[in-house]
């Protein structure tokens, strides 16, 4: 028994043993699970502290050294890492440290974010450096859309040849999405239904194709590529104020899915039963209240009849920049909405960041003391601190950031064992 292995079984740290073993699907912890698991915690040190010595990360991980040396010796030989200037010498002539890095063209990661109107289809490195992006208007016909996507895919694959592997294509969309079986289901703002976008997109291109909908993506960006203030943060409630409401959510680093892969989708609890009439068939639901939708239609009833028509949020917040009245009011209330919703998220979710994104997010000063005020009024239990409630760290296309960290992820997230 090792004395790590012995340590964990002291009682004092039996409670970060939380996971009920999945007995439906077992993964006990062979030999080759236990490497898989460092070598992706050594990617993982490496995306996040690059250029850095193996001493270094040996302090990080807890791992020997020996350990170090025979993962490094691997991940060096698959070309998944380089090092750093080797050859220098020290002016006492020792040999210094040499630096690691992980190797930017060992992975080709390409991204898809479908929106409404456009859609943006972006290549990174294993650096997450973006080395090609290019827009379409998203089609009405989701196969032969598809189709057009795969075929442009296929052409940067022969562009950027000197990527040693393409490992997959993620994908963000704006509407319900069941990861599992690959499938689009409904959307507000599509007219897509039950499409199988993996399926065709694998088909067009021979790559495999991981989907999820725009506000997942976005909370996986955040927890993986937020600012740094987030480093340490494991649990992260991302708000999406878009047409409509949707969040993402991530417990203990991971996104949370649910039973049938469709989890959350708060927009739809009602904030008030006697309130308007819902598409989803109830009433009164948040969407309601705080979406864009909301908020525009909030402005043209301040305005009256006579007043003037704003059909996008963008336009809304530019007069809300240029000091309209009824703008900054109709964005004010849909702030208060906002607290309102968020701060029963809090109470039951307890999410130690809260991020918002969408255009609404541009008018911050307006709306950050609103959000704050009314959740600080509205929390259970006194906190030992307060909730660090943030706009995204990405203001442009945090769903794009989102759809390439989905296989990001799926390169460097460690399994569950048992
Ligand atoms: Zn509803």
Redesign the pocket.
Known sequence: MSKQFAKNQTLQSRHRFTRKPNLADVNAAGHDMLRLVNRRILLSILSDRQPISRAEIAKISGLNKATISTITGELLKDACIIEEGSGRTTPIGGKPPTPLRLNAKRFGLFGVDIRSDETVLALSDFNNRIVSRVSFETGSVASSFLNKIGKEIRKLCAKHDSFIEFPGIGVSLPGLVDNQSGKFLLSVVLPWRDVPVVNLLEKATGLPVIIDNSARCSALAEIWHGKTQYAHVRNLLYVSVSTGLACGVVIDGGLYRGGTNTAGQF????IDVNGPD???????????YASDKATLKRYADLRGASGKRVSTMRKLVELVEAGDTAATEAVRETARYLGIGITGLINGLDPEVVVIGGEITKAWGVIEEIIVEETKRNLLAPRSHSVAIRPSAFEVRPSLKGALTLIQNSLLSVPHMG
Not at 278 to 288: P, V
Request: glycine share 20%.
């Open positions: 927009g739809h609890i009602p819902c598409r989803c068939g109830q009433r009164g639901c948040w969407d309601l």
